[in-house]
């Protein structure tokens, strides 16, 4: 059946940006830094050989900044696709007076996804709907494109969701997967034609690969998390306490 085989994903988060910046009032808005483009940068190189047939993004300006600085590697690039669906968790509003309560809160807003009724942060995106968005854009991809290979830069929070997909496990495994700033996931997928012969399935999800970052392979410089890399604070593994702000 066409459209049926191995499909590759790779996936990418996308490069650094300053929620602190001059001018900016509104995260959705916010570009990427010098140092976000030369992480994409170091993704376009370490991806040149390969041809995507497509490239997807969330349509937010960091993940379409990073996807066309990738796709500028490619001597035929594919035109590159919006997905709304594909966006970062919605956490509704956060107030906090510096970078390291807004760290603090957003550090461990991971760990109890799996948990029936859990929420993106106060009054934010509930898990499992945010799960079903995610995925059910990913299956669209899958079954209505196609592709062999492709690009999708979205978010961490999106790419946790994902990984925890392709891995079987859910929510409740997604905050074990770290994703730094401009990584790149290798996900393929095997695509067979469904029981009754008329469209496709899933057969599995292999992971391959898992938050590379090609700007530092072996992570020698990388030993925060990413988000206390984002919001430039260590909090050296002890788990930060709302009351300390």
């Given at each position: ?89 919605k956490s509704g509003w956060l107030t906090a007076s ?96 469904d029981e009754a012969g008329e469209g496709l399935q ?44």
């Open positions: 059946m066409d459209g049926a085989g191995r499909r590759r994903i790779y996936l990418m988060r996308h490069g650094h940006v300053d929620y602190f910046a001059p001018g900016i009032t509104d995260p959705r808005s916010v570009p990427l830094t010098e140092e976000g483009r030369r992480q994409a940068e170091a993704a376009r190189d370490a991806l040149h050989n390969i041809e995507f047939d497509i490239a997807v993004c969330s349509g937010l300006p960091r993940t379409v900044e990073t996807a066309q600085t990738v796709l500028s590697g490619q001597e035929k690039p594919p035109a590159l696709i919006v997905r709304e669906g594909l966006e970062e968790l510096s970078r390291e309560e807004l760290a603090a809160r957003l550090a461990y807003s991971f760990d109890a996804a799996g948990v029936p009724g859990a929420a993106f942060l106060p009054d934010g995106e509930l898990f499992a709907d945010a799960e079903a968005r995610i995925i059910a854009a990913l299956e669209a991809l899958v079954f209505n494109d196609k592709w062999r290979t492709a690009l999708i830069v979205a978010h961490e929070g999106v790419n946790r969701i994902a990984l925890g997909w392709s891995c079987g496990g859910g929510l409740a495994t997604i905050s074990s997967f770290e994703q730094d700033l401009g990584c790149i996931n290798l996900i393929d997928i095997d695509v067979t034609p899933i057969e599995r999800t292999l992971i391959k690969a898992l938050n590379v970052t090609p700007y530092d392979f072996l992570k020698h410089g990388l030993s925060r998390t990413s988000l206390e890399h984002l919001f430039d604070v260590d909090f050296g593994g002890v788990r930060p306490k709302q009351q300390d702000f």
